[in-house]
């Protein structure tokens, strides 16, 4: 039975779910298996501990924006609101497009026609859904909603039976996607000018007030949260990763901490002195990193045009921390970016050094401000170091010629083997390895084992219960390289079927990309099943 998607216009990739039997002998050479992980208390506790994270934020900065109006810092109180009201509508309007999208392809769905399903209770039912939505999203409260609903799907892929809990656990997946694109986002237009902004404030008036202190300490943990909840949402996501852990998340926290509050107080102290400087410092630094940005020639969206305008959003970033957007050697991109970036703090630094107003701040305080940014750069790099060196999900950062590493798993089999092909045991892909990442053997992670476990003697073959395939949903795409979502995650036409397709589907079934370098033309978005 063929169905046409409804998922938009045009023609797109070609999805279909096929039988075990049915799928010849092609070979797995791009494919992600259905997640296999089980949602556990302390994730939970994370989106908790993030959503708490968005409340302090936000409410703090309104507390701020309201004590200026009332001590009549008109100026103060009009850019503070502006930093908090324009990123928030910006994020809300494509939060709310995200959910008109999935919600009018599931009601499409359900009711088969749009016509019948306006209805009866349950178009008045659908019709609350959507006045609550609008709702929620005036009130800018969308995020608030889609960390509860994560929460929601991940205590049910918990609580429900073995296919009920596949399917909510796709759904969690889907959704804890959204909500780190859209914070991630949201942070890096509204927290950082506004961390900015509050420093500025205090170096001029060489005072800091608890309501500053407080906002601006709630927008920098806020930028170094959502850069390490980014990056491990997108490793959860993805199985050729393996999954980052929560110390490694912790420790990551802490060194954009450090690095992001060095860089935020450099700008800070420029612009107390040269207003105009910075603004054109900080328009050629973004310039610039966009364009090396594009020049790396990412992949993370499915058209040019979008791509464009992330790579813009990504230069964002750049001007305050470091951000990895493209597979290959990025620990050598990552130095070339921090040595811009500590030359760029000294600068900053000294020039506003020679020329701060010495009738307002003395010299031991300005002594001090210096060390503080060099201080906090040093101990964010130090952090960088202790991420890398021993909590990195693909292991320590250590080579044989380099000290060495003591076990390690052993290598995936090749792609041409017998065991890759689509007719073998399910099984999760292949995990990438540091030497399949940094394009070249001698790296990290590419050491050989030192300490193996053999057996003493082949055991005695027992006899084992018969194993069943399970279907694969083939996408007609070749698969985005990491660091990139894959593109069952960021094109929601592809998640709708998706979804449905497993849903309907007795067992678990696995995706699989299009083998890179495949000539294969498809005319029309179709799903086959």
């Not at 045009?10 to 779910?17: D, S, Y």
């Amino acid at each position: 039975m063929a169905a046409k998607s409804d998922g938009g216009g045009g023609g797109g990739p070609a999805v279909r779910l096929e039988s075990p039997e049915g799928g010849g002998g092609g070979r797995r050479a791009g494919g992600a298996a259905p997640p296999a992980r089980r949602y556990r208390l302390r994730d939970g506790c994370w989106v908790l501990c993030a959503l708490l994270v968005c409340f302090a934020d936000g409410a703090s900065d309104l507390w701020l924006a309201a004590h200026y109006y009332v001590r009549g810092q008109r100026w103060w109180f009009g850019l503070t609101l502006l930093f908090v009201l324009l990123p928030s509508l910006v994020v809300q309007l494509l939060s709310f497009r995200w959910f008109v999208y999935d919600f009018a392809a599931s009601t499409k769905d359900s009711a088969g026609s749009t016509k019948d399903s306006a209805r009866g209770p349950r178009g008045c039912c659908r019709l609350c859904v959507w006045l609550l939505q609008g709702l929620i999203h005036l009130l800018q409260l969308g995020q608030v909603w889609r960390y509860l609903r994560t929460l929601y799907l991940g205590l049910q892929s918990r609580w429900q039976a073995e296919h009920r809990r596949r399917h909510f656990y796709w759904r969690m997946m889907f959704e804890s996607a959204d909500i780190s694109m859209l914070r991630l986002l949201e942070t890096f237009l509204k927290s950082a000018p506004q961390l900015v902004l509050q420093l500025s404030i205090m170096v001029q008036q060489n005072s800091v007030e608890p309501l500053q202190g407080l906002s601006a300490s709630a927008s920098l943990v806020s930028l170094a949260w959502m850069i390490a909840s980014y990056q491990k949402v997108l490793r959860d996501s993805r199985e050729d990763k393996m999954p980052m852990s929560y110390k490694g998340a912790v420790v990551q926290i802490l060194w954009h901490l450090f690095t992001i509050a060095a860089r935020a107080i450099a700008f800070a102290l420029f612009a107390s002195v040269f207003q105009l400087y910075f603004g054109i410092f900080i328009v050629t630094h973004w310039c610039i990193m966009t364009f090396w940005i594009i020049q790396g020639e990412t992949d993370f969206c499915m058209s040019k045009w979008e791509e464009i305008i992330y790579n813009m959003v990504v230069g964002i970033i750049y001007i305050f921390c470091w951000f990895n957007v493209k597979e290959g050697r990025s620990r050598y991109r990552m130095c070339i970016y921090y040595v811009i970036t500590l030359s760029e703090n000294a600068a900053l630094t000294v020039l506003w050094f020679l020329y701060y107003d010495r009738k307002t701040t003395s010299d031991f305080d300005a002594l001090i401000l210096v060390c503080v940014v060099s201080s906090s750069f040093a101990l964010g790099i130090f952090f960088m170091f202790i991420y890398y060196c021993l909590l990195h999900p693909n292991g320590p950062m250590f080579s044989p010629r380099a000290g060495g590493c003591i076990f390690r798993q052993r290598p995936a089999p090749a792609p041409g083997s017998p065991t890759d092909a689509v007719t073998s045991p399910p099984r999760s892909l292949p995990r990438t390895t540091g030497g399949e990442r940094d394009g070249a053997p001698g790296e990290r992670d590419s050491c050989v084992p030192v300490f193996q476990v053999r057996p003493c003697a082949p055991p005695a073959p027992a006899a084992r219960a018969p194993r069943t395939e399970r279907p694969v949903i083939r996408i007609d795409l070749p698969r985005k390289k990491y660091p990139a979502w894959d593109a069952h995650f960021i094109d929601r036409r592809l998640r709708k079927t998706i979804l449905a397709l497993e849903y309907a589907s007795p067992t678990t079934p696995r995706l699989q990309y299009r083998t890179p370098g495949a000539p294969q033309e498809v005319l029309e978005y179709e799903t086959t099943v």
